[in-house]
């Protein structure tokens, strides 16, 4: 990563500073505990630990200079192991120096270590008091998350906040739709797939809701209003396409999750007629799960994968959530999430064609304590 590549004027202004980002090395030590302290009264970064943390494996510091070498800026990410997230602990420009997208093309370069180093999310907490900082995280498409209080040494209240890493996205034909209900996941992949597999299919939520209804296990009433894969593959193929099942066990699937008894002998029985249906549509089941190999394969042939994943690590709750896989760049799958969490913040542009590193989506496509592994891979017939 040469310098000079990643050179960045301010464009806007009259007689723009230039300065250009790269990785920090034991020599800008001396610059990034002088930024610190002309950054922040409290919760400073010692000398001591800038030393270890640019050695660190589990850190990355990105600083800004100007043309005499001097540090005008840093940004501080941490990476823990075995997690898909990255967390952007500290960021501070000059302030002689702030005001002129310093700071952003920190947080932009941030962002691009991170996605290099596999994480597709990007978390941060910012004081609630911190309206600069608020003001550039916003403008960049972080969204809020939470709120922390007495966080901070001197009992300030943090703002957490977020942002899903898209890379250098490749394109995808495959068209994006936001389901508009808690419960229509499933039938929203299919019809995202059906939208791009059948020339003559227009999505809209009649359609969703008519999906749902020809793939749900259940009625509605309190926990899952969900879809099981039968449910969808058969759903699927009513619809005109070619379905094939991937699944990690045989027999009736959800049920653990719920406690009514009537309600589980419904679904139960859901499942059944399901099962049956799928024998009139000759649609066959594997009984072993799609690895990411598998889901490849398939998608080379021009298929799409619909895939059963916890939704923890994609938002942090524990519920079965359904996911399309749209597309493979050799190593990330892309998918379509037609959740849109908290409407008003995210976009779609969070939840359509979102690049997951291979081992991050086997880690994802699994549920519950079993775990439970399930896929229908969706061809035109
Ligand atoms: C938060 C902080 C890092 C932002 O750095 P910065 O270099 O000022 O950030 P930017 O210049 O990219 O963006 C800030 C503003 O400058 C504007 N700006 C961006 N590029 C510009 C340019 N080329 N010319 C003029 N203005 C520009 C932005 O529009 C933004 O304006 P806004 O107030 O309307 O949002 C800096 O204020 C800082 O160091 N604060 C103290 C430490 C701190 O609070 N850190 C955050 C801890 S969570």
């Not at 589990?58 to 005499?68: E, H």
């Not at 040494?153 to 995808?172: F, I, P, Q, V």
């Not at 593959?233 to 094939?244: D, E, Q, W």
Request: aromatic fraction near 8%.
């Amino acid at each position: 990563m040469g310098v000079p590549s990643r050179l960045v004027s301010a464009v806007d202004a009259p007689s723009p500073p230039v300065f250009a980002v790269r990785a920090a090395s034991a020599a800008d030590l001396d610059g990034l505990v002088a930024i610190e302290s002309h950054s922040f009264e409290t919760d400073r970064i010692a000398r001591r630990s800038f030393r270890k943390l640019v050695e660190a494996p589990t850190a990355a510091i990105t600083v800004a200079f100007l043309p005499d070498g001097r540090l005008v800026g840093y940004a501080l990410l941490l990476f823990r192991a075995g997690t898909g997230m990255a967390r952007l602990y500290s960021i501070a420009v000059l302030p002689e120096m702030r005001g002129s997208g310093v700071g952003a093309a920190l947080v932009a370069e941030s962002e691009r270590v991170a996605f290099d180093r596999d994480r597709f999310l990007l978390r941060l907490e910012v004081r609630e008091d911190n309206a600069d900082a608020i003001r550039l995280y916003e403008r960049m498409g972080y969204r809020r998350i939470g709120r922390y209080l007495d966080y901070y040494e001197d009992h300030a209240n943090a703002l957490r906040y977020e942002k899903r890493l898209r890379g250098d996205a490749l394109s995808t034909s495959v068209r994006y739709y936001e389901q508009t209900t808690d419960f229509t996941c499933g039938p929203c992949c299919v019809m995202m797939a059906l939208g791009h597999l059948r020339k003559d299919y227009a999505m809209s939520p009649v359609e969703e809701i008519k999906l749902w209804r020809q793939a749900t296990t259940v009625f509605m009433m309190a926990g899952l209003g969900g879809c099981d894969p039968h449910g969808l593959a058969v759903s699927a193929a009513r619809n005109g396409l070619a379905a094939s099942i991937h699944v990690s066990r045989e027999g009736s699937l959800f049920l653990e999750s719920v406690r009514d008894p009537e309600k589980r002998r419904v679904m139960e029985l859901a499942q059944e007629d399901f099962r049956h249906q799928t024998i009139a549509f000759d649609i066959p089941i594997h009984h072993r799960p799609l690895d990411v190999a598998a889901i490849r394969e398939a998608l080379a042939e021009g298929a799409l994968a619909i895939v059963l994943i916890s939704a923890y690590r994609m938002f942090g709750k524990k519920v079965p959530h359904w996911v399309l896989v749209v597309g493979d760049d050799g190593r990330h799958l892309f998918i379509h999430d037609p959740w849109v969490e908290d409407r008003s913040r995210e976009t779609h542009n969070d939840a359509a064609n979102l690049p997951i590193p291979y081992a991050d989506f086997e880690h994802m496509a699994r549920w519950g304590r079993e775990p439970l592994r399930a896929a229908v891979v969706l061809r035109p017939r």
